[in-house]
């Protein structure tokens, strides 16, 4: 049975090429000191700081930067980011980059006026913001996370070993968020396929759990078959701007909070992905790759239904003849079949994980209670030799 919820999202999108017109009446919302939040330096290259940098100029704002934001940006990073915020009183912060410069942004904004220290309030006890929190906006330039449209924020600390996501709430969702397509084609083919499976695991995170008739199931289903045909195009062309947008809005929608709604979720891959990040600080999506495989299969006879169901409307495999455990199998090696053809690292050694690193990630994988089993420590201790490769 579809749960009780209530659904409303904040953010409002500009979606396609010309989407960065909107910028200037957005901007006009918002105070004059503007903190431009950007990464290592892709936007530099590609022209897009330019571009922005003369909106804002046209805009008559203060600017302030915070450039290299790193890949999965650090505890260390925010303490930076919050001291120049404080210092420029930021009013508005813009991020432009990919998931991580959101997720960053976000951290930014609910810890600009906190007394406490963000790490251990927001990512140690989960705690919501009580001070006042400065509007983020976004132009995104990969796809992946969602982070664009959610109120997700994933921070690493690198001396506790850990990486962790706090889901806030709307007033910390960005205000805006502006998609270009053709923005994400600089991506290096890796980030691409990484962003891929990041997608299409959130998906997975929210399908593999409850048994029932959900709506959300079948809206999940046909996000993950429009991904699957786009990703088979886009890493043969990664100039097909047809694959790139539906890429890109199939990201969005993977994790803008719809497909959760009324029912549970899992999200241990996430979980162990995330563990493994804190360890090799490797690319997410690929963390999540390498865990899946040996995941599901273990936990697939206790969703047997589910998986057989995957099979049977995302990878179109016939249910004629087969049994439920037959298409479950099934299901799982066409999308094996898919992620080796997309590029997909499949094992942690290539991640940099070593044996010794084993116990530190199980401790540090925060056990989670939505999906078909709840694991134990032992558990995830053999996926995560399985996982090694
Ligand atoms: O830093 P720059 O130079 O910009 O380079 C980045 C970075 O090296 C590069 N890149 C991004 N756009 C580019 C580009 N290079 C060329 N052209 C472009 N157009 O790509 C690299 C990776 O970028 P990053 O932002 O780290 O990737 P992603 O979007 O996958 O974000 C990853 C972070 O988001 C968190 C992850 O844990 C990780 O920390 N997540 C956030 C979530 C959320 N907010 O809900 C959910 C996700 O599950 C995830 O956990
Ligand atoms: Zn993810």
Not at 86 to 111: P, Q, T
Not at 133 to 144: F, Q
Not at 150 to 155: D, F, L, R, T
Not at 251 to 275: E, F, I, P
Request: charged content about 25%; some cysteine; aromatic content about 10%.
């Amino acid at each position: 049975m579809l749960g009780n919820f209530t659904y409303h999202n904040p953010t409002k999108l500009y979606f396609g090429e010309d989407s960065l017109k909107y910028l200037r009446d957005e901007l006009g919302n918002y105070g004059k000191n503007v903190l431009l939040v950007y990464g290592g330096g892709s936007i530099r290259k590609n022209g897009l700081y330019d571009e922005i940098i003369a909106v804002l100029k046209e805009c008559g704002k203060n600017v302030t930067e915070v450039p290299g934001v790193m890949p999965n940006p650090t505890s260390d990073k925010l303490i930076e980011g919050v001291a120049v915020a404080r210092g420029c009183k930021a009013d508005f912060i813009l991020a432009v980059g990919g998931g991580s410069v959101c997720d960053y942004s976000k951290a930014v904004s609910v810890s600009v006026n906190c007394n406490d220290d963000p790490w251990e309030k927001y990512f140690i006890r989960f705690e919501e913001p009580d001070c006042e929190i400065i509007p983020v906006g976004c132009v995104l330039t990969m796809a992946g996370t969602g982070s664009e449209m959610n109120g997700g924020s994933v921070i690493t600390n690198h001396e506790k070993k850990l990486k962790i996501g706090h889901v806030f709430g709307d007033d910390v969702m960005p205000k805006f968020s502006i998609l270009n397509p053709r923005y994400t084609m600089t991506l290096p083919k890796y980030q691409m396929c990484a962003g891929i499976y990041d997608i299409f695991n959130h998906i997975c995170e929210q399908y593999f759990s409850g048994e029932d008739d959900n709506t959300s199931d079948y809206i999940s289903e046909g996000l993950m078959r429009s991904l699957i045909h786009s990703s088979r195009i886009a890493v043969k062309d990664p100039q097909d701007y047809e694959a790139r947008s539906n890429i890109m809005w199939t990201a969005t929608w993977a994790l803008n909070t719809l497909v959760s709604r009324g029912k549970t979720t899992d999200w241990m891959v996430h979980m162990l992905g995330q563990a493994v990040g804190a360890y090799t600080d490797a690319t997410h999506g690929m963390t999540l790759a390498a865990v899946s495989l040996p995941y599901y299969r273990y936990i697939m006879p206790y969703g047997i239904k589910k998986f057989a169901r995957f099979a049977a409307e995302v990878w179109g495999i016939s249910r004629d003849g087969r049994s439920d455990e037959q298409l479950a199998e099934e299901g799982l090696s066409a999308m094996e079949g898919w992620m080796k053809e997309i590029g997909l690292v499949t094992d942690l050694k290539t991640l940099g994980a070593t044996e010794d690193m084993i116990d530190g990630i199980a401790d540090a994988t925060l056990i989670l209670d939505g999906g078909y089993k709840v694991l134990d420590r032992d558990e995830i201790v053999k996926i995560l030799k399985a996982s090694m490769g």
